[in-house]
């Protein structure tokens, strides 16, 4: 099942891309310029963005 993680520099941690592809069939891995562990609160336009393009690219 393709996988999307999006990555916010202010959450207290995160999975290395390599450890997630491990486990998950990762089809977009993001680093956001800015958030945290809240990110749908915090950044909600760039959390938003990045799932559009997710599906986008599962059309």
Do not use: C, K
């Amino acid at each position: 099942m393709p996988t999307a993680v999006a990555v916010f520099p202010a959450d207290l941690t995160w999975p290395p891309r390599s450890w997630a592809e491990r486990t998950y069939n990762i089809t977009r891995y993001t680093l956001m310029p800015r958030g945290g562990h809240f990110a749908a609160h915090e950044e909600p336009g760039l959390l938003a963005d990045d799932i559009t393009e997710f599906f986008r690219q599962l059309r």
